[in-house]
């Protein structure tokens, strides 16, 4: 079963929270904790599973989410500025979250999906045309700053090019 990618949004603070996105926008999971420390994020990031970028809702990025990105080897995504509360809930709007810390951890995912979101299509479209075996794979390698030309020799070269 191949991979699951994910976008991670972080809310760190006395209460926090991380949500766990696919790379097709869908929220896999949404955890609150109280005093939560390192260990527990990375518990919960990696039940969902391996997650290619770390945001912040925050223009310039937390000390939590620079070492969980270091940890995961991730790319850490930060708003040009600090994501405002009316945007928290424009985004929040239509998702289940039981908290600010919640929404606040959503917004920051959606945003950091949204600045993707171009490249993305273009990998899965990609993908699709050239039989690429796993389309969160290519998406994954796209936003590791890989051209899609780049992913589609690397796929070749670990030998999971599917016939078609």
Not at 16 to 22: E, I, L, N, Q, R
Not at 57 to 75: C, E, H, M, T, Y
């Amino acid at each position: 079963m191949p991979m699951k990618y994910t976008i991670i949004g972080i809310d760190s603070g006395k209460t926090v929270a991380v949500v766990s996105m696919s790379l097709d926008r869908e929220v896999i999971g949404i955890d609150t904790g109280r005093f939560a420390g390192l260990d527990w994020f990375v518990d919960r990031i990696r039940e969902k599973g391996m997650p290619v970028v770390i945001a912040s809702d925050k223009k310039d990025a937390q000390s939590l989410v620079r070492r969980l990105a270091a940890i995961f080897n991730s790319v850490i995504f930060t708003p040009n500025a600090d994501i405002n509360v009316e945007r928290k809930q424009e985004l929040a709007q239509g998702y289940k979250v039981g908290n600010l810390h919640e929404r606040d951890a959503l917004s920051a995912a959606i945003v950091a999906y949204n600045s993707y979101v171009s490249k993305l299509k273009q990998a899965e479209r990609a993908a699709r045309e050239q039989n690429f075996g796993d389309v969160d794979r290519m998406k994954m390698l796209v936003i590791k700053r890989y051209s899609i030309h780049e992913a589609l020799k690397e796929e070749k070269k670990v030998h999971r090019f599917v016939r078609g």
